[in-house]
T-cell receptor, first 115, second 115 residues
């Protein structure tokens, strides 16, 4: 078990470009989450998958953002027409399913800088 | 609405001393879980400890303990015998069982351990 991995770790892009991030969860975890973290703040929830189904989306997730989790394994988060306000750390987390509250295990994050 | 409040932006502690990081929460749901995460400068969120709303005893994990006062809606983290490696950001988080799967995070407390 290698933990949650995210790629790339850093991304610098020009305003207006599209970017895509990848998250590979812990293999036996069927729940996957995306968060955004800006400087000096805690992570803010973006979206949640159970297996391949996207079950929850935050209002923070504008129509420029899309997330997928084909086959219930890895997930991608795409941001179209990036804006400077999109600059942030994008964190992925995974957890076991089932009843009860489960801790989430986080990846190292992808730091996005939009110039 | 669900909310987590961490009122200490920064804390200092002498090495080998104990320190308490404050966290208060707000929810009207009776079933919830409270979590503490550590975020070192590398950026990865590390799960530390969990407390369920129905748990009768305070959670402990090694040098970490959670001082859960349900009536006060507080879930303070106590770190005993501080080590230099404890210097990091600490985030309190909550998940409410019946309102989805997202975690609500506080703004964090920056802990510095002084040798």
């Amino acid at each position: 078990d290698t933990g949650v991995s995210q790629n790339p770790r850093h991304k610098i892009t020009k305003r207006g470009q599209n970017v895509t991030f990848r998250c590979d969860p812990i293999s036996e975890h069927n729940r996957l989450y995306w968060y955004r973290q800006t400087l000096g703040q805690g992570p803010e929830f973006l979206t949640y998958f159970q297996n391949e189904a996207q079950l929850e989306k935050s209002r923070l997730l504008s129509d420029r953002f899309s997330a997928e989790r084909p086959k219930g394994s890895f997930s991608t988060l795409e941001i179209q027409r990036t804006e400077q306000g999109d600059s942030a750390m994008y964190l992925c987390a995974s957890s076991l399913g089932g009843t009860g509250v489960r801790e989430q295990y986080f990846g190292p994050g992808t730091r996005l800088t939009v110039t | 609405a669900q909310k987590i409040t961490q009122t200490q932006p920064g804390m200092f502690v002498q090495e080998k001393e104990a320190v308490t990081l404050d966290c208060t929460y707000d929810t009207s749901d009776p079933s919830y879980g409270l979590f503490w995460y550590k975020q070192p400068s590398s950026g990865e969120m590390i799960f530390l400890i969990y407390q369920g709303s129905y748990d009768q005893q305070n959670a402990t994990e090694g040098r970490y303990s959670l001082n859960f006062q349900k009536a006060r809606k507080s879930a303070n983290l106590v770190i005993s015998a501080s080590q230099l490696g404890d210097s990091a950001m600490y985030f309190c988080a909550m998940r409410v069982t019946n309102t989805g799967n997202q975690f609500y995070f506080g703004t964090g407390t920056s802990l510095t351990v002084i040798p």
